[in-house]
């Protein structure tokens, strides 16, 4: 059976206009984690990309918003996430920065640059 991301990546070389660019597997994941741990109703764990959800929400001072997985549309924190993947993956130093220091105070910004860069390397490395 073909996966999904494998059919997408076949049909969009083919069909540019019916590209689904709402779809990120980074996004996806992240809501699947948060969805699993809001319902199981966890407070710690040990792996690295529930444990840096888990810490969101203390780092920003609030609930960061996570649409459920397959939702259309991103909310703000779901696109200040990818933007800071982004960021992080063109090594562009200025801009991941401003986007940390832009809702964390420097603190909680180091701390959270650690979770996320090795969540996101574990992510990376799972393919």
């Not at 918003?65 to 991103?74: L, N």
């Not at 063109?90 to 180091?110: E, H, V």
């Not at 860069?117 to 990376?124: E, G, I, Q, S, Y």
């Amino acid at each position: 059976m073909v996966s999904r991301l494998a059919a997408h990546a076949y049909w969009s070389r083919l069909w540019v206009q019916h590209m689904d660019v709402s779809y990120d597997p980074l996004l996806e994941t992240l809501r699947i984690v948060s969805a699993h741990l809001g319902q199981a109703g966890v407070t710690r764990s040990c792996e690295p990309v529930a444990d840096m959800l888990l810490a969101l929400p203390r780092l920003l001072n609030r609930d960061p918003a996570f649409h459920p997985p397959g939702h259309d549309t991103r909310s703000f924190d779901e696109s200040w996430i990818l933007a800071l993947s982004g960021a992080l993956r063109l090594a562009d130093a200025d801009n991941y920065r401003f986007l940390l220091l832009s809702r964390m105070t420097p603190q909680n910004a180091s701390e959270f640059h650690f979770m996320f860069r090795h969540a996101l390397t574990l992510l990376d490395e799972a393919g």
